[in-house]
């Protein structure tokens, strides 16, 4: 991965994240990263 690649992706993101805090009160945020947890902690049940 290129610098240039990854700025772009980290930009990608941040602009995600503004526009998720601006418009839905960072609600889909939050229900993410609770499915991420669940899905963590699947895996390593599974491990």
Do not use: V
């Not at 930009?11 to 939050?30: H, K, V």
């Amino acid at each position: 991965m290129t610098n240039q690649i990854a700025l772009a992706l980290g930009a990608l993101i941040l602009i995600g994240l503004c526009g998720d805090w601006l418009m839905n009160d960072l609600s889909a945020t939050l229900f993410l990263s609770r499915k991420l947890t669940d899905m963590i902690e699947w895996m390593a049940f599974w491990r």
